[in-house]
């Protein structure tokens, strides 16, 4: 979710309702990132999803924390097996 700046500076999680095909937020409130903390790729208007089946949609996420000198994190998703890695850089 992108509130009209880049980087992103919200997120919202939503769930696939099978029974419909349709995201549903369910309710969920829109979530801010912290003080200092961007995401600077994939860029705006990225979603991961984690199906049913153990699988996802391969993702990679840089996260930085603009209060500390060279603080990045990469969060890999891995599609066949919806694994998650998380290294430091990016």
Do not use: H
């Not at 919200?10 to 099978?18: D, Q, V």
């Not at 891995?78 to 430091?88: E, F, N, Y």
């Amino acid at each position: 979710v992108n509130s009209g700046v880049t980087p992103p500076d919200t997120f919202k999680l939503y769930f696939l309702n099978t029974t419909t095909g349709t995201w549903d937020d369910a309710g969920r409130a829109t979530g801010l990132l912290g003080d200092g903390i961007t995401i600077t790729s994939p860029g705006a208007g990225f979603t991961t999803a984690f199906y049913p089946n153990g699988a996802a949609s391969a993702t990679s996420i840089c996260i930085e924390n603009t209060n500390k000198d060279n603080d990045r994190m990469k969060i890999t998703v891995k599609s066949a097996t919806g694994m998650i890695q998380v290294v430091t850089g990016c």
